[in-house]
Structures are given as C-alpha cells and as structure tokens.
C-alpha cells in the first residue's frame, strides 16, 4: 500500500492530502481559481519538503478566508485605579470618560487596555469620580508592550464577534445566525436559521478566518402548544410529565430573539401575577408584554417558566421581567410566548422529516462555496463591519482562500476473510456488518445503567448490539440492568459499585463495563 510522502504542516494553504470527496470542491473553485499568499511554502525553513508525492494534485477550496494586519499589531496597556475600584462595569465607564485621550476605537476586559495607536506617554494619568460617592479615583494606563497578530488572538475574536453584531446576526449560543432569513419548514412546523461558524486562528504565514455555514433549527410551536398536547395525553400527571420534558430544554423568545434554558417550572405563578420593576413599581407580566412589546397574552392562567441565568450573563442584562421574590436572580418566562427549539426524538425518527431538513443544510461543497463567499461579501459590503477593521487595522481578503491538494487512492480496509477498498465517500461499513473483525472481544459480563426515561432507548441499543455483533464475529450476552432513579453522576457510581462483583468486572483482565 502507498504512503503519502508528506510533513505534517500548520499552515492549510500548504499542500495536503485530501480524499476523493474533496473533488468536487476543487471544480467548484476553478471558476475563479486564486493562489495560495506568497507567504505559504512548501518547505521548512530546514528545507525539508512538505509537498506530497502520491496520488493526484488537484485545485481546491477550503473554509479559510485570509486576514491581513496593516499595523502589525495593537498596543497592550494596564489600567489600575487608585483608589482600587471592584466594580469591573464602573471601571469600564471610567475609561469611557476619557475618549478624547484614548479613542473611541478600544478593548478592555476590567484591567488590561488594548488600542491600535500608542498614547504619547508610556504612562498616561487620568482622572475620574466615583458616581457613587464623589471619590476622585486615578487612572494610569501604561504601556506593557506591542502584542503581534499571532498574540491577538482573542482580542481579533472579539472584533469578529462585534462584526456578527454588526451584520445583524443574532447570537444563539455560541455562533451567530440570521433571524431575518429564516427557511421555513411548515409541514414539521419547523424553521432553519441559517448562520456561520467562525474563529480567528494564526497560521505559518498569516491570520486566517476559519469559518463554515450553521444553521440552528428552531420549531415554530410555543411551550404551551406542548402543555396542551400533554395535557391531553398525560391529563393526571400532567405537572410531572412536563416538568421531565421541558425543564433543561432551551426556549426561544421571539420578541427579542433570546435563549433561554428551562429550569424550573413555576406552576403557582402566571401572567396574571406582578414583579418589580427597576424603579421599585409593580406591573402585572401580562400587562408587561402588552406595554413593552405589544404582546397580548390570552391564556392568563398558564404556569410560567422560570430561567436562571449565570452570574456573567445577569452582569450583562437580560430582556424579561424578573420574578419579585427573594430569588431575585430568576427570570420567569411566558408559555405562549416561548418557542421551543432543537429536534425531538420524534423528529429525528421522522424520515421525511429528517430528508426536508437535510435538504437546507447538507450542502454540496459547490453551494458551501457560493454560501462563503456570499458571507464574504456581505461583511466587506457592511459599511460598520468595515469601519470597525479599519478601525484596528485589519483587512479580511474578497475571496476564500485555494490550495493545491491531492487524491490519494482509496483506502485498503483488511477484514478476518478479506480485504475491501474504501469508496469515494470512505464508507465500509456495509462490508463491515457481513464480515468478521480480525480481533473481535467477547462482551461476556457487562452491566448497562440507565434512568427511567431512557429505559427504552437502553433496551433498543442492547437488542440493536445484541443484532449487529455476532454478524460481526462479536458475541453480545445478556447485560444486567440497573434502572436508576435520577440521572445524577453520584447516582450511577453508588449503584454500579453496588452492584458490580469481581465476576462481572473483572473478566480476563479486562473492565467490561457499558453506562448508558
């Protein structure tokens, strides 16, 4: 069998070797086929090669976009305040006080200062008053050092993540989505959203964006549309059925296009009851939603949902009343105003479901192009996406970045009886099910733990592994079963420590153990 000749390289604009799948990216790139930045070479600085020799050198296009830095940099200051201020929201406003010294253009986390010019002094004294009491507090901002691109990382994440912002772009977890251009899937009463995946990385020879398309699935039905229909379904254990299903879920809010996660369900409340508001005022949440966003609430006797936000996220704000209790930290959400999201198991068993789902988001690398480079587009296009580079010093390239790859032969896949070759898509798992592994490990002794909402999923995968491994040449027997109470972590390890005896843990030396 061939080996591919090649040194393992940091930089994605290097040569590297690609399978077959990767062909259809390249014709899709040659269109308007672009080199690779001079700075990309094909060889270490010891002059050991890095190209590869095997198999077919082809064009391709890869989720990379290049970012160039124009100053080289930007300039990292320490701020300290005399006499010390904690608050990290106060130290902020303090530095705002000062943008006729410091610039509008900046980054500060509470102590160190990132900007893109360098302050006359290396030492800069301000002055500032505490609100809070009058107290004048000294500030001095001195200069640590010139962070290169390659140690600016974070702060070009950060920049990145305004740009989001910038485009519109609503945030949902962790990555970014387009709430305006939603894909509609009514038939399931679902919607797609779609979004990108990115992060900023430094690479042998540059920065680059690394960046794919995302979407986030939402479902067009409210949390209390799924109340109603368990109600139906579950009308004496109504609370305890919902409760099990909704709370960890994460919920939607359309007025302001927020997450939230469920934790907790509060069936004493509903809209009809009243919170404080900021200025001491009691408003009933019904007539909150109504004042606030127009929002008229019908079911006034439905429970509410309550969201507990971590320390970080109530230091930013959160848009939705808080409950007047002595848990002022919680947020109570409405039923009729929460859209579920995410699939149900359902769904997901669903197959025409799953077939109109797949039909948006599994894109041909041909489509995964024109989507990145519309993406590209779009961001050079926003004039405050690119006021906000400029201001930094950052340019972002027109195009995504092509490299020389190559198609290596398929793959030799060695089984007991024979040998297979690997197709186009590297899939032999067909094969894999007939024949017999060359080693396969009796799974003799074991011991499957699970709670009672996941009982039948654990019995299916056992039946399921019981089905797939003697064709296998593996022998499945029966596990034993530990149905649990909760789902805690303390939970599974007291009742397999229980329950485990040195026959069923120790068999042949080895542990044989499976938790579900």
């Not at 390249?26 to 002059?47: F, L, V, Y």
């Not at 124009?70 to 006080?97: K, L």
Request: glycine share 6%.
């Amino acid at each position: 069998m061939e080996r591919m000749k090649i040194q393992r390289g940091s930089r994605p604009s290097s040569q590297a070797s690609s399978s077959s799948r990767s062909t259809e990216a390249s014709k899709s790139a040659e269109s308007s086929p672009r080199d690779s930045p001079p700075s990309s070479t094909a060889s270490s600085s010891s002059g050991e090669s890095k190209r590869g020799e095997t198999g077919r050198s082809l064009r391709l296009a890869v989720n990379y976009i290049p970012i160039r830095s124009e100053t080289g940099g930007v300039y990292q200051y320490v701020v300290t305040f005399a006499p010390e201020v904690e608050s990290r929201g106060m130290r902020a406003a303090m530095i705002n006080e000062h943008k006729d010294v410091i610039g509008t253009t900046k980054a500060f986390d509470g102590s160190a200062l990132y900007l893109p010019k360098r302050l006359p002094q290396t030492t800069t004294q301000l002055q500032s008053k505490r609100l809070t009491d009058g107290t004048p507090i000294t500030i001095s901002v001195t200069l640590v050092k010139i962070a290169q691109p390659d140690q600016c990382i974070q702060l070009y994440n950060i920049i990145f993540r305004r740009v989001m912002r910038q485009l519109r772009m609503q945030q949902v977890g962790r990555n970014y989505f387009d709430a305006t251009k939603p894909v509609r899937i009514p038939q399931h009463k679902l919607e797609l959203w779609p979004g990108y995946v990115t992060a900023v990385r430094h690479y042998e020879g540059g920065l680059l964006l690394l960046t794919d398309v995302s979407h986030r699935t939402l479902r067009t039905d409210t949390v209390l549309d799924v109340m109603y229909e368990m109600y139906q379904k579950y009308p004496r254990t109504f609370q305890e059925e919902a409760s099990r299903r909704l709370i960890g879920s994460v919920v939607l809010t359309r007025y302001n296009n927020r997450t939230y996660r469920i934790d907790d369900i509060a069936w004493d409340m509903n809209p009809q009851c009243t919170f404080k508001c900021h200025d001491g005022s009691e408003i009933r949440f019904m007539d909150y939603y109504q004042k606030q966003y127009n929002l008229t609430i019908r079911d006034t006797e439905q429970p509410l949902l309550v969201n507990k936000p971590k320390k970080r996220l109530r230091t930013r704000g959160q848009q939705a009343p808080q409950a007047a209790s002595e848990e002022a930290e919680k947020i109570c959400l409405i039923p009729e105003l929460s859209c579920m999201t995410g699939l149900t198991d359902d769904t997901r068993s669903d197959f025409r479901a799953m077939k109109d789902i797949a039909a948006h988001t599994r894109l041909t690398p041909g489509d995964r192009v024109t989507a990145l480079r519309k993406f590209v587009e779009r961001i050079r296009s926003c004039k405050e996406a690119q006021a906000e580079f400029d201001s930094w010093g950052l340019m972002i390239d027109p195009d995504i970045l092509n490299v020389t790859g190559r198609q290596l032969k398929g793959e030799l896949i060695l089984l007991k009886s024979k040998s297979v070759v690997a197709g186009a898509e590297a899939d032999w798992s067909r094969e894999l099910m007939k024949e017999h592994m060359i080693t396969a490990v009796p799974l003799q002794s074991w011991v499957i733990a699970f709670t009672k909402k996941d009982q039948r999923n654990a019995l299916e995968f056992v039946k399921m592994l019981q089905k797939v491994g003697p064709p296998m040449g593996m022998e499945v027997k029966e596990p034993m079963v530990l149905e649990l109470k909760d789902d805690r972590t303390e939970t599974f390890i007291r009742s397999i420590r229980d329950n485990l005896t040195p026959a069923v843990s120790r068999k042949k030396g080895r542990d044989e153990v499976v938790i579900d």
